[in-house]
């Protein structure tokens, strides 16, 4: 099994694959959008890798830091994660914000994976925070989970990245209602853009 790559990148490919060349072998290797954008051609690096092997194919999945690694572990060992599945959700969230999601029951962060819809993250949540070991959550002692949710819909919406989003929201009282939730959300993100 491969576990990590050190090498130099060679060609990054539209498929969100990049080659790394190691002592003159080339190895394709399937990255998340994030860490594509980071892998310059020509440029040196280390990858953690995921070996994933399957009975018609072998595929590598690289990550530049272990966490990425092992969040990626946990989420193909879920049943109805994919390797795929999993490159998508850690496109869209770092392994830590995949936790405070968990954490917090956040539905709304979740269908902001492609491919991931309501029945989807509900399941997901579940069974994900029994893998990560997170208490379960009351959603009627916290009120709030379907008014953040309908903000953070509406901020992805209008065009803001999910890690802003989630910043945002980390900053902001959970006692306002949606409207005004909403509003300070705006005013914030829009005085971080200026």
Avoid at 51 to 61: N, P, S, T, V, Y
Avoid at 167 to 178: H, K, T, V
């Amino acid at each position: 099994m491969i576990g990590s790559l050190r090498g130099s990148v060679l060609e990054r490919l539209d498929d969100g694959r990049v080659l790394i060349e190691v002592s003159g072998v080339g190895y394709l290797v399937t990255v998340t959008p994030r860490t594509l954008a980071e892998l310059e051609p020509t440029s040196p690096v280390f990858l953690y890798v995921h070996h994933h092997i399957r009975e018609d194919a072998q595929m590598l999945f690289g990550f530049l830091r272990r966490d990425e690694r092992a969040a990626f572990d946990i989420l193909i060992a879920t049943h109805g994660i994919g390797p795929s599945l999993a490159v998508a959700i850690l496109g869209t969230h770092t392994p830590s914000a995949l936790i405070d999601i968990v954490a917090g029951s956040d539905l709304g962060a979740l269908t902001l994976v492609p491919g991931v819809g309501k029945k989807t993250a509900e399941r997901l949540l579940v069974e994900l925070r029994n893998r990560l070991n997170l208490p379960m959550l009351d959603p009627l002692t916290s009120g709030v989970g379907s008014t953040v949710g309908n903000v953070r819909e509406a901020l992805a919406g209008l065009g803001y990245a999910p890690e802003e989003i989630r910043e945002a929201m980390r900053e902001l009282s959970d006692s306002d209602s949606a409207e005004s939730l909403l509003r300070d959300a705006l005013r914030l993100l829009g005085a971080r853009r200026a």
